[in-house]
C-alpha cells in the first residue's frame, strides 16, 4: 500500500514543477520581448492599411518567412538573433496589412477584427494562464502538434491553389485548435526547463499568436458575410 502511495506521488509531482530561477527569467524575457513584437508587428501592419500596400504574394511571403526563421535560428544566441526577430515580426505585420485591408472593405469588416483580436487574446490569455497555474507537462502534445501542422500547411496550400473556400476554413478552424495546443507547449515548455532561449520562445508564440488571430479572422470573416 505504501509502495503504491508513493507511486501516485511520483506521478504527480511529475505532472507538474516548480517554476526555477533560470526558467522564470526564460519566461520574463520571453514575455518581454513578445509584448514588444507584437507592438512592432501592429505598428507595421497598420502602416501597412494606411500606405494600402500590396500584398507579396504567396512566393515571398513564403521565402520570407522561412529565410528568416532560418536565420533567427542561426543567431539565436546573439543580439543579432533579436533584431532578426523583430525584422520578421515586422514583415508579417506587413503581411497582415492587405489582409486587414481586405477585411475592412467587408460588410462589418471593423467589427469582425475587433472580434478577432479579442478572441486571440482572451485565448492567449486563458491557455498561458492554465499552464502556469498548473504548471503539467504538455511534451506530449508535440508530435501531434508537429504532425497536425504539416497537414495544415499542405491542406492549406491545395486550398490556396486549388480554390476550395470549404477547405481554407476547414484548415482555419484546425489551425485554431492547433495554435492553442501550442500556446500551451510552448508556456509549459518553458515553464518546465525545456526551452532556455527567450529568443526562439519568443518566436514561437509569436507565430502562433499570429496563426490564431488570422484563422480567427478568417472564421469570422466568412461569418459575418451578408
Known amino acids: 500500500m505504501n509502495e ?19 526558467a522564470h527569467r526564460v519566461l520574463r524575457n520571453t514575455y518581454m520581448l513578445l509584448s514588444l513584437c507584437l507592438g512592432f508587428s501592429a505598428t507595421v501592419a497598420a502602416a501597412s492599411v494606411a500606405f494600402g500596400l500590396p500584398n507579396p504574394g504567396i512566393i515571398i511571403t ?3 518567412f522561412y ?11 546573439s543580439g543579432t538573433g533579436v533584431l532578426l526577430l523583430f525584422a520578421m515580426t515586422g514583415f508579417m505585420g506587413y503581411t497582415l496589412g492587405p489582409i486587414l485591408t481586405h477585411t475592412l ?21 486563458a491557455l498561458s494562464a492554465y499552464a502556469l497555474i498548473s504548471k503539467r507537462d504538455m511534451s506530449f502534445m508535440g508530435g501531434f502538434l ?45 515553464i518546465r ?13 509569436f507565430v502562433s499568436i499570429f496563426n490564431l488571430f488570422t484563422s480567427l479572422l478568417q472564421l469570422l470573416g466568412f461569418a459575418s458575410r451578408d
Open 105 to 125: 472593405h467587408m460588410a462589418h469588416g471593423a467589427q469582425t477584427i475587433m472580434l478577432a483580436l479579442g478572441g486571440t487574446a482572451a485565448t492567449f490569455t
Open 67 to 77: 529565410g528568416m526563421l532560418w536565420l533567427i535560428n542561426r543567431n539565436r544566441d
Open 62 to 64: 513564403l521565402v520570407g
Open 146 to 190: 508537429m504532425v497536425g501542422m504539416i497537414v495544415a500547411i499542405l491542406a492549406g496550400l491545395a486550398g490556396l491553389f486549388l480554390q476550395i473556400p470549404a477547405l481554407s476554413l476547414a484548415v482555419s478552424a484546425v489551425v485554431v485548435l492547433l495554435m492553442s495546443g501550442m500556446i500551451l507547449f510552448e508556456t509549459s515548455n518553458i
Open 193 to 205: 526547463g525545456g526551452e532556455t532561449n527567450y529568443v526562439m520562445a519568443t518566436l514561437s508564440l
Open 4 to 22: 503504491r502511495t508513493q507511486q501516485l506521488r511520483s506521478h504527480a509531482q511529475s505532472a507538474t514543477t516548480v517554476i526555477d530561477g533560470a
